[in-house]
């Protein structure tokens, strides 16, 4: 796919009349878009770097990579860290080639981020933590047009790739697309909010400390010097993730600011930290490690600043760092060559004070920019000393993958420049929700509870932005009725050691209400009765299940619609209670089934794999193959997936059961192990009282296909048509089916206990 040719970089100067943050908003919208944006004085922010309309993306999660040039997309297997370096070298030009360039420190390369999960690419560890988002460990995009601008000269330029083998038109088009965004009118930033309760952790305060505690522990035994540990904070998000980074960006400028919009995740970083620059030969890294707060008035301030600088803890501390990183830069860089050019010095920021060093060294002839990542990835001031040791201690005692966080944010350029950032006060917005982490290093002097409060003073950045900012209005939390006691949904448990849970050795019914009356509710129970009887050998728990089911719907608000109640009843193997069981009803909303495929009826399709098994004589609670069933139906364009028996004969569906017409006769399939169901039983009876006879048979899908119609049943749905079956279309009566539901399902309300 890389057959592109680099056959030079064309840089014009660009107009400055309006700020780069007004520039960025007009791309912010577009996938792919990457801006730097470097806030304060610092010499490391000097310039802002925006990428739009990107020709190529690597991206991917170990070694399973995507990569995209122009239109064209391969799924391939490889080390990233080679892959990378096979585009770098593929595109590699000196600008010394290039004819009256400015001193830009990138015109052409990628930028995106790396992920802290990279380092299973780098390091043999051990992964016991989980991954709970599943997005990318690497996301590097190189952009058609770049925009460069130089604060300190108060210049911007627009740096424009040029390929031997472009499709001009393409080109065209994508120039146009460009001038028409820089033209039109300034876009209106959107607001954003956050969930009215806040962030939540995962961690709750003592459960923190006693990690700290953990890592005191090991430190104690010699495993370690130094451990960074963090907790995640998480909330609900709606609006404009730009406008987010606007507002922090007002709020608190910070020398690595970053927004990278990659498509179905939002990365909005106000990193300080530089965790490593090249350019040309020369190597920099600028680990921060000691942290105070701001004062609330000067003296206060003077006094937290004064405290940071005499601190014997943050000096050992940022010392124990700055030593693991001489020896990384060290393995890539020439003998002698590193020196510490800076030690402790503080920076200030608008809520925390920082001290940090500064290192550097000459790189070794033959070594590039990955060479330096591999050397130094990821950065030892937020993993500890020593690496490997200390990264096995972040993931036994962290419970969740990192991602973002403590990765790096930045551009490695194609001319043998880079500059990275370390992933902290960044957030990622993901599927309605705002995840950041902060975290600390912990010394065998750390107090607990202490750095629980600095991780709350860094964490301070990204959680007053949403101080005045409108709430996403609170939502009722879903209500369970467990072993007697309404709880919230979030709070109800079961234990991992029940038979319940491991082996799906429980039962279930689920139960249609309507306006607040559950439908079938009597035969609903006798057929749980039956089971409970039958897997549990012991008398069914009495309950009076309808006064149950009015207060889980009333707790949840659903009286006056239409909702999907399920009883659950799974063994316990609990030393601590003799129920030898737990009890539980849920609700939630339902929406009708034909409302969800917005068509007349279900078109099914032969599930592959038969099926016959005495569990399918209750409705248990080891439900996985139906499950799997019902998800190949849906990956295969269809609705429904239809069950056959080890002899190819028909059986049922996989969330239905099925009625067979032909004149009229309403034929059931012969199945050896088949639960009756209650609609349809409901409908049977509908049936025979129109003159319809009643009649069990084997049958095949050849007869389901010369039927005059294949009725589907369930008890939330009612009865519904089957209108086709793999790729042949079904006969069927719609009206006839509709008017059958509403005889059935809508008219019957049964109150019983």
């Not at 503080?346 to 925390?352: L, R």
């Not at 973002?404 to 993901?430: K, N």
């Amino acid at each position: 796919m890389l057959n592109h040719h680099l056959k030079t970089v064309r840089i014009d100067p660009v107009d400055r009349a309006e700020d780069f943050m007004t520039l960025t908003s007009r791309f912010a919208d577009l996938p792919g878009t990457v801006a730097l944006v470097s806030g304060g004085d610092m010499d490391c922010a000097r310039y802002h770097i925006l990428g739009v309309y990107p020709w190529l993306c690597l991206s991917g999660r170990k070694n399973e990579l995507n990569l995209r040039v122009q239109e064209n997309r391969s799924v391939f297997s490889a080390d990233p860290f080679d892959a990378l370096r096979d585009i770098l070298n593929r595109f590699k030009f000196v600008t010394n080639q290039l004819r009256d360039i400015p001193p830009l420190p990138f015109v052409m390369g990628l930028l995106g981020y790396l992920a802290y999960d990279l380092k299973d690419c780098i390091e043999k560890l051990p992964r016991t933590s989980v991954d709970d988002l599943n997005l990318p460990h690497i996301c590097l995009y190189s952009h058609r047009y770049i925009f460069v601008e130089d604060k300190q000269a108060k210049k911007r330029w627009l740096c424009m790739p040029k390929f031997a083998g472009d499709n001009r038109s393409d080109v065209e088009d994508t120039w146009n697309r460009l001038q028409q965004k820089l033209a039109g009118p300034i876009p209106e930033i959107g607001p954003f909010s956050g969930d009215v309760d806040g962030f939540l952790s995962r961690f709750t305060q003592p459960v923190y400390e006693d990690a700290i505690q953990a890592i005191r522990d090991y430190i104690a035994a010699g495993d370690v010097y130094q451990v960074n540990m963090s907790q995640r904070f998480m909330m609900r998000f709606d609006g404009d993730a730009f406008g987010l980074f606007e507002a922090l960006y007002k709020k608190n400028p910070a020398p690595f600011f970053a927004y990278i919009h990659a498509g179905d995740h939002q990365v909005v970083s106000t990193s300080p930290e530089r965790f490593v620059l090249r350019s040309q030969n020369r190597v920099e890294t600028r680990p921060i490690k000691g942290t105070r707060p701001r004062g609330k008035n000067r003296e206060e301030d003077n006094r937290l600043r004064t405290e940071l600088e005499s601190s014997p803890k943050d000096d050992a501390e940022l010392s124990m760092i700055v030593d693991l990183l001489r020896n990384d830069i060290g393995k890539v860089c020439q003998a002698n060559s590193v020196r510490v050019t800076a030690h402790k010095r503080v920076e200030a920021y608008q809520n925390v004070y920082h001290l940090v060093s500064d290192i550097q060294g000459i790189l070794e002839p033959d070594m590039d920019s990955v060479d330096v990542i591999r050397a130094t990835f990821p950065g030892g001031s937020i993993t500890g000393c020593p690496k490997i040791r200390a990264m096995e201690v972040i993931d036994e005692l962290e419970p969740i993958r990192r991602h973002i966080y403590t990765g790096s944010i930045g551009y490695i350029s194609f001319h043998d420049t880079m500059d990275l950032s370390i992933a902290i006060r960044t957030a990622t917005i993901f599927r309605g929700k705002i995840l950041f982490s902060v975290g600390g290093g912990i010394v065998y002097d750390s107090n607990p509870a202490d750095e629980y409060a600095e991780t709350l003073h860094k964490g301070r950045t990204l959680m007053d932005v949403f101080t005045g900012q409108p709430a996403i209005t609170a939502q009722t939390p879903p209500m369970v009725w467990l072993n007697g006691q309404l709880i919230p949904e979030a709070l109800a448990r079961v234990s991992i050691t029940d038979s319940g849970v491991q082996y799906g050795y429980g039962l279930f019914e689920t139960i249609r209400v309507t306006n607040g009356h559950p439908e079938f509710l009597a035969e609903h129970m006798v057929r749980f009765n039956a089971s409970w009887r039958h897997m549990f050998d012991r008398t069914p728990p009495d309950v009076t299940w309808n006064t149950v089911i009015s207060q889980v719907i009333q707790k949840n608000q659903l009286g006056d619609t239409v909702a999907a109640v399920k009883i659950l009843a799974i063994r316990r193997n609990s030393v601590f209670s003799d129920a030898g069981y737990d009890l539980a009803v849920l609700a939630r909303p339902y929406r009708h089934r034909l409302d969800q495929v917005q068509s007349a009826g279900l078109r099914l399709a032969v599930y592959p794999f038969p099926r016959q098994t005495p569990l399918a004589d209750h409705k248990t609670c080891n439900y996985l193959y139906y499950h799997l069933a019902s998800e190949w139906a849906k990956s295969h364009g269809f609705d429904e997936a239809l069950i056959l028996n080890p002899d190819k004969t028909v059986s049922e569906c996989a969330t239905t059961n099925l009625i067979v017409i032909c004149g009229k006769e309403a034929l059931l399939p012969e199945s050896r192990h088949v639960l009756a169901g209650i609609m349809e039983q409901a409908v049977l009876r509908r049936l025979v009282g129109l003159g319809y006879r009643e009649r069990r048979q084997a049958l095949t899908v050849r007869d389901m296909i010369s039927a005059d119609q294949v009725i589907l049943t369930n008890s939330m749905m009612g009865p519904v048509s089957a209108i086709g079956l793999d790729d042949t279309s079904l006969s069927m009566d719609i009206p006839f089916t509709d008017q059958l539901r509403k005889d059935v399902l809508l008219t019957r309300h049964d109150k019983s206990t």
